[in-house]
């Protein structure tokens, strides 16, 4: 029984994801490099410090630390809780790993 609602749980979360399963990498460097470019748009002086300047080479640092944390994140989601985060990403396999990456980035 506990089998069955586990999979009934997990039918349902990967029903409801937000995002497609096809979400590829460049979906994730896109959302990182939006977020770096607010950033410096809110912020300039402060994101100049921080990434050395307010140029493309900064954005793409920015974009790399960004995608770079959040990996971060859902390894140690996935580690630590891995019920949890297979009903909300549907899954343990790189597509569950996408979705989580551009939930923390975003």
Do not use: H, N, W
């Not at 979360?13 to 748009?41: H, N, Y």
Request: include cysteine.
């Amino acid at each position: 029984m506990k089998r069955i609602t586990t999979i009934l749980a997990l039918t349902a979360a990967t029903a409801l994801v937000a995002l497609p399963a096809t979400a590829g990498a460049s979906q994730v460097d896109r959302i990182a490099k939006q977020e770096c470019k607010q950033e410096a748009a809110s912020d300039p002086g402060e994101f100049a410090v921080e990434y050395g300047g307010t140029g493309k080479a900064a954005v793409k640092k920015c974009a790399r630390r960004e995608k770079r944390e959040a990996i971060r994140d859902c390894k140690a989601d996935r580690a630590t809780e891995p019920t949890e985060f297979a009903i909300e990403y549907g899954g343990m396999g790189d597509s569950a790993m996408r979705r989580c990456t551009i939930d923390e980035l975003r």
